[in-house]
């Protein structure tokens, strides 16, 4: 399945200050960080204008290959296949000096990652446990269950699955493990489930596993670090920084982010002028905003999802 539903599409374009009451023409360079299945990307693309450009990014294959059958005419459109925490050297290579003018992540797992046995993100259907968002690059989810000790495999369990039967199920992979290699994604949720006793109404007791080997194996929380910190250099003054998260630790690791770069240090806040470079580099825009009432009734994925955006500032 190739079908992908993006969300807080219209929210993202106006936060990148690309709305339809925004003056143009929109010139400069935008980033989609997360191409996906270019749902984002479509709506970036109606709004530039001749003169704008639009370097997607995205480490999955597929969606790369997505990208070049669904935009190859455009030449205002360029993919590029990389983690977004690559963003600064992606700018330098792809954006031919053009100012950065807006950037939007859209963070978490697409549809037809999750769709796919194959790639074995999901518990369910039956397929290879490897879980990594480029299958070319890395280690796969049953290469690091079949080395790690059980209390790595509790810590990344408890942590990012923020499961609290952690220990139990990270002892229940490593007994399974020793009778035969855990490599299939039905194999490692029937253990999960062994260990999992109980678990709220209409959630399979293996979803917190699954999501925080899958945020272990890709470095999400790593990725993301790396991304917004890059996203400051490359920002020019007046450039919009859009985050979609879907969990609860993205979307802290974000709100700390634009919090922390958009108040001056603590030490100097009763300055009457804060010295050169000790300016807050971001700006707040609004608050953080979620999916209508609508939107969650036709694409229910969008009821996790919080957007939060930031303008970067003259500040050096």
């Excluded at 935008?30 to 704008?52: E, K, N, P």
């Excluded at 992540?105 to 879980?131: C, I, K, N, T, Y």
């Amino acid at each position: 399945m190739d079908e992908h539903k993006p969300v807080l599409v219209e929210e993202g374009l106006i936060g990148l200050g690309l709305g339809a009451d925004a003056p143009g023409p929109h010139d400069g360079l935008f980033v989609d960080a997360t191409f996906g299945r270019g749902g984002h990307a479509s709506r970036i693309l109606q709004a530039l204008g001749q003169d704008g450009r639009l370097l997607a990014i995205d480490r999955d294959p597929q969606a790369v290959d997505a990208a070049r059958r669904r935009f190859a005419a455009d030449p205002r459109f360029t993919i590029a296949h990389a983690p977004f925490g690559a963003l600064e050297s992606l700018v330098a290579a792809h954006g031919g000096g053009r100012p950065v003018r807006g950037i939007l992540f859209d963070l978490g797992v697409s549809s037809p990652q999750l769709d796919e046995a194959a790639r074995g993100f999901s518990f369910q259907s039956d397929g290879p446990l490897d879980m990594r968002m480029d299958p070319t690059r890395g280690e796969s989810a049953a290469q690091w269950i079949a080395r790690a000790p059980a209390d790595e495999i509790r810590d990344v369990i408890g942590h990012l699955g923020e499961e609290r039967f952690a220990g139990r199920v990270a002892r229940a992979i490593v007994e399974s493990r020793t009778v035969e290699p855990i490599t299939r994604t039905a194999q490692l949720a029937a253990v999960v489930a062994r260990a999992v006793r109980t678990r709220e109404p209409g959630k399979n007791p293996a979803t917190r596993s699954f999501q925080a080997i899958r945020m272990h194996v890709n470095d999400e929380l790593g990725e993301i670090e790396r991304g917004l910190a890059a996203s400051l250099k490359v920002l020019a003054p007046g450039g919009r920084l859009a985050v979609i998260s879907f969990h609860s630790l993205e979307d802290r690791l974000v709100k700390q982010f634009m919090r922390r770069e958009s108040q001056p240090d603590p030490a100097l806040a009763k300055l009457p002028m804060l010295p050169a470079g000790y300016a807050p580099r971001l700006e707040l825009v609004g608050r953080k905003l979620k999916a209508t009432t609508e939107e969650v009734a036709a694409n229910p994925r969008s009821r996790s999802a919080v957007l939060r955006i930031a303008e970067r500032t003259e500040a050096v």
